[in-house]
């Protein structure tokens, strides 16, 4: 690495954004494990808010360039068709 202040600074913020993409994502990641539980279990009031949570952090994530818009689309919509499943059962 060169020694110049614009890349010791550079590699600062790359670090910062690194550290904050990926709590982002661990956070996504553990509510579409909680929204597939709620599949499993199939509790169908637990899951349509699971999926609203899933939902708002997935937009949220691609707004601030954690996600790409076709990542998170993907994830969301293989959720939903797991709980329009549920639904159709009952």
């Given amino acids: ?3 110049h202040p614009s890349v010791i600074k550079r590699h600062r913020q790359s670090l910062k954004r690194k550290a904050r993409n990926q ?3 661990s956070k996504i990641r553990t509510l ?3 929204a ?3 599949i499993e279990v199939k509790d169908r009031d637990s899951v349509s808010a699971q999926l609203g949570e899933v939902n708002r952090a997935l ?3 691609v707004s ?3 996600l790409k818009s076709n990542t998170a689309s993907r994830w969301l ?3 939903a068709r797991a709980v329009s499943a549920i639904r159709q059962q009952a």
């Fill in 1 to 3: 690495m060169a020694i």
């Fill in 59 to 61: 937009r949220k994530a």
């Fill in 77 to 79: 919509s293989r959720l």
């Fill in 23 to 25: 709590e982002i994502k």
């Fill in 36 to 38: 597939k539980r709620a």
């Fill in 32 to 34: 579409i494990k909680k």
């Fill in 64 to 66: 601030k360039g954690v």
